[in-house]
């Protein structure tokens, strides 16, 4: 089974939870996440797919901890069985409220 493989399979396991897995780059940032996941409710999570048993690159490592810093869930995705209850870490977290609802 191959990284693609893996990819395939959360896409289309999110599309069944009505979600979206928008594949994710930054131009001039090396090391993100590979999938954004943005599930019903305004869950949010960042998911970097690997090939069965390979592990993140140290890069990848610092680019997750920074996103966890802010407060995201990251994950890191390389086994298929993993995907249910990865989507459903996102689906049961709270959501923190937008900014537009803050009354000033």
């Known amino acids: 089974m191959t990284e693609k493989d893996v990819e395939q399979m959360l896409v289309k396991e999110v599309k069944k939870r009505k979600?979206?897995?928008?594949?994710?780059?930054?131009?001039?940032?090396n090391?993100?996440?590979?999938?954004?996941?943005?599930?019903?409710g305004g869950k949010?999570?960042?998911?970097?797919?690997?090939?069965?048993g390979k592990k993140m690159r140290p890069l990848q490592i610092k680019r997750k901890g920074e996103l966890e810093s802010l407060g995201f869930l990251v994950y890191c995705l390389d086994d298929p069985r993993q995907i249910g209850g990865m989507l459903d870490g996102i689906e049961h977290?709270?959501?923190t409220s937008p900014?537009?609802?803050v009354l000033y």
Do not use: H, N, Q, T
């Open 19 to 29: 979600g979206r897995a928008y594949k994710f780059i930054s131009p001039g940032i």
């Open 31 to 40: 090391g993100v996440p590979d999938r954004l996941v943005l599930m019903p």
């Open 44 to 52: 949010i999570g960042f998911v970097e797919v690997k090939a069965p």
């Open 93 to 95: 977290r709270v959501p």
């Open 99 to 101: 900014l537009s609802s």
